[in-house]
C-alpha cells in the first residue's frame, strides 16, 4: 500500500486512467509516458550566443534552450502565476504531466495557496523574480534584490530556495548572472518554443521541436488569451504527442 492506505495502480489500471483523462479533457491522443530519469545526468553548457563576457571562467549559471539528450522528451514550463485557474490544477492532476513553474511574488502574492495545491500536485516551483522587471536596466545590487528576494519568498512559502531561475522577458546581462548565483542559483533555462492557446511560436528558423527542447508558456486566461489554460494545455499535448514527445521533468535531467 502506498503511504496514504491505497494499493499502487496495476500498469493496465494507470494506462486505463490516462485513457479517461485525456478523454475527460478532450485531448486527441493519450500523451506518451515519459522514460525514467536519466541515471548520468547530461552535462549542461550555455548556448552558444548566449554567454556573457568571463561566463565559464566566473562559473555563472549555464543559459540554454534545450538539454543535451536522444530522447524523444521535451519539457514544460510556466511563467509568472496571474491566472489561477483551478481547471487547470485539476487538468494537470489528472493527466499527470510534469511541468515547471517560474513565478514572480508580485502577481502570485494575493493567492500563495494556489501555488501550494500546484506543488503538493508535483509541480516544481523556481525563481522568476519579485517584480518581472527588465533586469539589464537595473545596477548589479537591484538585481540582486530582485533575485534574492524572490528566493526568500520561496523558502517562506514553499520550503526551499530553487536551483533554477529565469530572468523575464528572457533578458540577462553579466550582473544578472552574477547576482543570480549570489543567491544560489545554478541554472537559468530559457526555452526553445513558446506555446499559446492559438499558436506555437519557434526560436529555430526550421519552426520544429526537437529532443530536449524546453517550452514556454504562462499562467494567463481569458483577460489576455482567446481561451483558457486547459486550451493552451490541449494545444500543447496534442502537438507534442502527436510528433511521438512525451513530457518528462525538467529538474529530473539537471
Known amino acids: 500500500p ?60 549555464p543559459v540554454f534552450t534545450t538539454v543535451p539528450t536522444d530522447r524523444k522528451v521535451v519539457f514544460l514550463t510556466i511563467d509568472d502565476g496571474a491566472e489561477k485557474d483551478p481547471a487547470f490544477l485539476r487538468m494537470m492532476n489528472d493527466l499527470k504531466v510534469p511541468y515547471s513553474a517560474f513565478l514572480s511574488d508580485y502577481v502570485i502574492k494575493d493567492d500563495y495557496g494556489y501555488f501550494r495545491r500546484l506543488q503538493r500536485a508535483g509541480a516544481v516551483l523556481n525563481n522568476h523574480t519579485l517584480h518581472h522587471r527588465y533586469l539589464p536596466a537595473l545596477s548589479y545590487r537591484r538585481q540582486q534584490y530582485e533575485i534574492c528576494g524572490m528566493q526568500d519568498v520561496m523558502k517562506e512559502r514553499f520550503g526551499e530556495r530553487p536551483a533554477l531561475f529565469r530572468p523575464p522577458f528572457g533578458n540577462y546581462n553579466r550582473d544578472t548572472l552574477r547576482a543570480a548565483r549570489s543567491c544560489g542559483v545554478r541554472y537559468v533555462p530559457l526555452w526553445n518554443e513558446e506555446v499559446f492557446v492559438d499558436r506555437w511560436d519557434y526560436r529555430e528558423e526550421d519552426r520544429r521541436i526537437r529532443p530536449g527542447d524546453i517550452v514556454l508558456s504562462h499562467f494567463r486566461g481569458r483577460d489576455e488569451w482567446k481561451g483558457t489554460m486547459p486550451d493552451m494545455i490541449r494545444r500543447f499535448l496534442d502537438k507534442v504527442t502527436a510528433e511521438g514527445f512525451a513530457v518528462a521533468r525538467l529538474e529530473d535531467y539537471l
Open 2 to 61: 502506498t503511504p496514504d492506505g491505497r494499493r499502487p495502480q496495476s500498469a493496465q489500471q494507470a494506462h486505463a486512467a490516462r485513457v479517461a483523462a485525456a478523454r475527460r479533457w478532450r485531448l486527441a491522443r493519450v500523451p506518451l509516458v515519459p522514460p525514467p530519469p536519466p541515471a548520468v545526468k547530461p552535462r549542461i553548457a550555455t548556448r552558444e550566443g548566449f554567454e556573457v563576457d568571463g561566463h565559464e571562467e566566473l562559473g555563472l549559471p
